[in-house]
């Protein structure tokens, strides 16, 4: 991908792009985030480069959908849900997306993560937040003491801050580097 990129104002997504995508000769063209649907005339000054130790990766699929989906709702674009939930007791095998499928069954998910440490080893917990407290109360009812990975979870809401809600994708840290999802 190039190290160069835009970003949809509407719904924050970017795109890999580079100058010559807008036209070889014209000052731009206009373009469409395949997220929202918003439109724009894109110039090629206005294109944005990677800040070094970033790169582009693809955003996923239910990402897109959690955006699609809060636009349709005429909610922040950014926003993640309204219950987040502490799941502790993870075997050290377990990972994010395998954490995203279990809730999945107890109903839509705004964000999975487990946390690691800063050599990037599991802690043995993490959160999920869930879209509508509805689901939230479901996945607890269903979820906590049920064996994942051979460990029983426990699942109850968080403490930690609030739901997701007031940030999309992430987006990579500060000074660390990291990923530019489009």
């Not at 206009?30 to 070094?52: A, H």
């Not at 003491?145 to 979870?153: C, F, H, K, Q, Y």
């Not at 699942?155 to 801050?161: K, L, N, P």
């Amino acid at each position: 991908y190039p190290d160069t990129f835009i970003k949809c104002d509407n719904c924050m997504t970017s795109y890999a792009i580079t100058a010559d995508d807008l036209g070889k000769f014209g000052r731009g063209r206009r373009v469409e985030c395949s997220v929202c649907n918003t439109s724009w005339y894109q110039t090629r000054d206005r294109i944005q480069s990677l800040r070094p130790g970033y790169e582009m990766v693809k955003l996923p699929k239910h990402d897109k959908e959690r955006i699609a989906l809060n636009i349709a709702e005429n909610k922040p674009a950014s926003f993640l849900g309204d219950v987040k939930l502490y799941v502790g007791n993870l075997n050290y095998d377990c990972t994010s997306s395998t954490l995203r499928k279990l809730f999945e069954e107890c109903g839509r998910v705004g964000e999975a993560t487990v946390v690691t440490d800063e050599d990037g080893r599991p802690r043995g917990f993490g959160f999920v937040t869930m879209r509508t407290k509805e689901d939230g109360d479901n996945a607890i009812r269903e979820l906590n003491g049920e064996e994942l990975l051979g460990r029983p979870l426990a699942v109850r809401i968080s403490t930690a801050g609030g739901a997701g809600g007031g940030r999309g994708p992430p987006r990579g840290g500060g000074g660390g580097g990291g990923p530019r999802y489009y």
